[in-house]
Structure formats: C-alpha cells, structure tokens
C-alpha cells in the first residue's frame, strides 16, 4: 500500500489545484458594465414616448438612470453582453406593457422604411434570462432594451399537468417550486439558464429521452406580435405559430409565457466525475457505446429512457496548461439501491474510468441544475460554436484530436478554458412530444452527437483570435465528417456562434414554412431587422455554416 502514496498524493495535489482555478473562475471579481464615458449622454428619441406611455418604473434611461443601467447590464452571462450599451431599458410588469412598447416600437420601424432612413443601427432587443455568450443575442446597443425579469411567474394548474412560465423566468426558479410538488417538466440543465431563449431553440434536457425536447412539450405560448396583438398559441389556436415557434427562436413576437406539460418526479440520480485528460478517449468509448444501446434501432425494448444523455467535456485549462475530462451523467428517477450506480450507467464504459473525484448522487432536479451551474462563469468573456456528426467512433475520436490541436498552443489567451462537450441527440427523442421544426427525425434515423464548444477568456483583445480559433476547429471537423460520410446538417441553435445558420439545418420544408408564417405574421419584417438577436429567417441562398 505504501507504494501508491506517491501517485495519491500527487492526485490529490492536482484536484486541490484544479478546484482552486475552477473555485477562482465561479467566484470572479466583480465587474461593473463600462457606461463608457465616451458614450454621450444623448436622449434616445423613443425613450421619453415610452416613459409617457408606460408606468413609472418600467422605463430606465440611460442618460438619467445610470446605476440601474448597470444593475440591470449585471446579469448578462457573458462580459460581452453587459459591455454593450443601450439606451433605453424597458421593463414591463404585464403583457399589455409589452404590447405598448411593441406599438411603439413598430412606428418606429414603419417611419424608418418609409424614410429609407435604414440604418445599422439597432432598434430593439428582447432579454429572458441574458444567458447566450453572443454580442447582441440580448442586447440593443444603443437602442432599446425589453427586458422580461419581471416575467418570472411559475403556476402550477390545478389538474398538475401544467404549469405556467414566465419568460423572465430560469430554470433554477422552475425547478425550486416544481421540486416541493414532487413534478418535473422537460427544462434546462443549469440553474440560471433562461427559460425563453432555451426553449424557443429546442432546448435539450435530462428528461429529453424520455419525454422529447421543451419546445416539443410546450401546450400553449403566450405571444405579443409585431402588430401590439396578443394572442394564445395552441395546437388549436394559431397552430402554425405554435408549431414555428417549436425551435424557430425570436422570429414571430415577443413570449410572455409558456404553457408547459409537467409529470410526476421524484429526485434523480445526477453529478459529475472529475479525471485527468488521458481517460478522454475512454470515456469517448464509452459515450459511443452507450448511444448503441439508447438507440431503438439497436436496443428494442431494452431502451432505458430515464437514462439522460451523457455529457463528455474535454477542457484546457490554459492558466496552469492542463488537461482535466469532466463528465456529466443522470438518471431521472431515484434508481432502487441510491448509493450505486443506475444499472444503465453501471454497465457502461464511464463506470470504470480513473477518476479524481465523482458528486454523483440522488438529489433534488434543483440540486443538479445548481451543479451544473457552477461549472458556468459568469463575466468573463464567452463564446460558442457547434457541429453534428453522426455517432461514429473515428469522427468523434478525430474531433478531439482536431481540439487538442488546436489548443495545444494556445498559452497567449489569458485566464481562458477551452471545452469541448460531446453529447447525443438521438431521432428518436425529438420526435416524441408535439410536432417541432428542427427537423432531426424526418432527416435521419441514425443517432447524432452534438459537438460544441464553450469558450471562456479574459480581455477583449483576444476576441477575434478565439472566434478564428473556434470556428477553425469547427470547420476541420465538418471536413472530416463529411469525408467519412458522417455529417450531419443539424445545428443546435442554443449552441451556434453569430456567423452559424442554425435554420437551414432544419431542412428547406421547414426553412420555408417558417418564413412563411414569419410573412404571415410580422409582413413588414419588424423582428427580421428591427430586432437583433436570435437567428433570423434569412434569404434562401443562405448556406448551414
């Protein structure tokens, strides 16, 4: 036994230190949004017609509301976002407030057409919970900022088969009040990543294999068109809006709230192990593996779908050079014997990686968001990109070897971490729940893998060379994919970068059927070009990437 000190203590010495640099980037100093002084503080000429027209306290202005400005520019995820500045923050209580400061808003828009007064600058925004790295996803620099926190509501029906969302809302707030009632719903997997954005995008959950994506899952959305109109979406109300609304993102109005099918839970099984990078290719094994035997093709009847889909992070950790594999499992329910493994997990490859340290237990579904959680920083510098390939062993072996590469050399980012998550998106689960747009299941009926990148780094500086970086890796793996025969069109729009074109990998069926409902809903283009963020419908002759 005295022989295997050494290597325990050197083991232990090295999670210390990891969880020490982790510790440091959940925990940054704090960082105060610029309100550049350079940035002259001029009235927006909207700002004082939405003061007139909605009540006192809904609308900051800029150039009178400085240290609410930066309250509010505070809880943007990502540094990028808070450092943009807009002009006007408008911060409706009800969905009449949203509607007038849409009317509002469309006037503009309309004066601007009929001007020929178009410009690049940003008319308007719509923040749910801020969490997408993008510059401009949520913000309107210069202009007008709706920002939903007020919409934060959670109401369970009385029948408990639904429950009304807010779109203000996170899913850490969800979770908390579904958790006392021993309910679930198909939600995010970290606490503080909002409801409106996520879902509107696919939104990909612990619950996915068994019940589908959230936007397959949502019975009704409450919408405020480009009109001022509010309507109710339903199957059978508006059921083309409700259906182009199923992965379609900002493109037909503005969500106030979500009507969403909730089922009894109890705590799950959830956490993390925590290993050096060298069980990166043992663990990618074990995640092809275990798709196999998710897939209905293979397994048949053995399917266990209250396995989640693994999720297998590769990181640098570029201020001490290290490799770390941190992986993700969950199982949603509480499985018979609480202190082992699931029966699906224990039988996988992930079983018996070499570990630092595993956190997987039975807890609460809010424990585990919160888990997930910490391993997200706020206000440092963040960015994003993905791809799809099928679950083939080499592609996905051959897209690691493409990210450690790439980052081998990366010393002159500072205080940055490079990850590359690996997890499964099978065909099988987006087709369970209501009809959705994204496509996957009428396209293939081979499992995929959704490769993402997540970026974090410090000085803005550096920005351009991280986007560079990202989206070479990307391409290096879409050209090994696509000479293995293993690509795939799909792109997850909660994962894509500015320059991705996530719509396109729907399929041109449901491209155009959502440009059509976009004409039919907003003809004169106002969340086309009046508001950023999201990713918009686009020409035609756009192209996946």
């Keep these: 036994m005295g022989a295997l000190l050494p ?16 510790g440091r980037l959940s925990s940054p100093p704090e960082l105060k949004p610029a309100l550049q002084d350079s940035t002259p503080p001029i009235p927006h000429p909207l700002g004082e017609r939405l003061v007139k027209a909605l009540p006192q306290g809904s609308v900051l202005l800029l150039h009178r509301d400085g240290e609410l400005f930066r309250q509010s520019l505070s809880t943007y995820f990502a540094r990028q976002e808070r450092d943009v500045i807009q002009a006007v923050i408008v911060q409706p209580r009800t969905t009449q407030e949203v509607s007038t400061a849409i009317q509002i ?72 009040i579904l958790d006392e009632l021993n309910l679930g719903v198909v939600g995010g997997r970290s606490a503080d990543v909002g409801v409106g954005g996520f ?23 409450e919408v405020v068109l480009a009109s001022g109109e509010i309507v109710t979406a ?71 779908s209250y396995a989640a889909g693994a999720i297998v992070c590769d990181v640098y950790l570029q201020p001490i050079g ?9 199982y949603t329910k509480t499985p018979e014997s609480p202190k082992k493994w699931p029966a699906f997990w224990q039988r996988s490859g992930f079983s018996a990686l070499w570990r630092y340290w595993s956190t997987h237990r039975v807890q609460s579904v809010t424990s585990a968001v919160e888990e997930v959680n910490r391993g997200c920083w706020p206000s ?7 791809t799809t390939i099928k679950n083939d062993l080499a592609t996905i072996m051959a897209a690691r070897n493409v990210f450690r590469e790439a980052t081998a050399s990366l010393r002159k980012v500072e205080g940055s971490m490079w990850t590359m998550v690996v997890q499964p998106l099978l065909p099988s689960w987006t087709a369970k729940g209501d009809p959705n ?22 000085g803005a500086h550096n920005d351009e060379y991280v986007y560079s970086v990202v989206r070479g890796i990307l391409d290096k793996v879409n050209a090994i994919a696509e000479a293995n025969g293993t690509s795939h069109s799909y792109r997850y729009l909660n994962y894509c970068e500015k320059w991705q074109c996530p719509l396109v990998g729907y399929g041109e069926q449901n491209l155009e059927f959502l440009r059509k409902i976009g004409q039919q809903y907003d003809p004169d283009g106002l969340f086309q070009t009046g508001c950023t963020g999201g990713f918009k419908l686009g020409p035609s002759s756009a192209s996946v990437d």
């Excluded at 996803?137 to 509501?153: C, M, P, Q, W, Y």
């Excluded at 109401?155 to 779109?167: C, K, L």
């Excluded at 747009?437 to 410090?458: A, K, Q, R």
Aim: proline content about 3%; overall charge positive; aromatic content about 8%.
């Design 7 to 22: 290597s325990v203590a050197i083991a232990t010495a090295v999670v210390v230190l990891v969880f020490r640099f982790l």
């Design 105 to 176: 808003l469309k006037g503009e828009h309309q004066r601007r057409q009929s001007s020929g007064a178009m410009s690049d600058d940003v008319l308007f925004a719509v923040r749910g919970g801020g969490q997408s790295p993008l510059t401009g996803a949520a913000s309107a620099k210069g202009g007008v900022l709706i920002d939903l926190t007020h919409f934060r509501e959670v109401m369970v029906a009385e029948d408990r088969e639904s429950v009304v969302i807010g779109a203000g809302s996170r899913w850490g707030d969800v979770s908390r």
């Design 199 to 221: 879902t509107l995008g696919g939104g990909i959950s612990f619950f996915t294999p068994r019940y589908g994506l959230a936007c397959s899952n949502v019975i009704a959305y």
């Design 234 to 304: 339903t199957a059978s109300s508006h059921p083309e809006l409700w259906r182009a609304l199923k992965g379609g993102s900002n493109n037909f109005g503005v969500v106030t709230r979500f009507t969403v099918r909730c089922f009894l839970s109890s705590p799950i099984w959830s956490g993390y192990i925590y290993a050096p990078g060298s069980q990166c290719s043992k663990a990618l094994l074990a995640l092809h593996d275990s798709v196999k035997r998710m897939d209905p093709k293979s397994s048949g009847a053995e399917v266990d």
């Design 322 to 330: 290290m490799r770390l594999l941190a992986l993700q499992l969950a």
């Design 380 to 386: 440092k510098r963040s960015s994003f990109g993905t």
């Design 437 to 458: 747009v994204i496509g996957v299941h009428e396209s293939t009926d081979e499992p995929l893998i959704v490769v993402n990148l997540s970026i974090d780094w410090d």
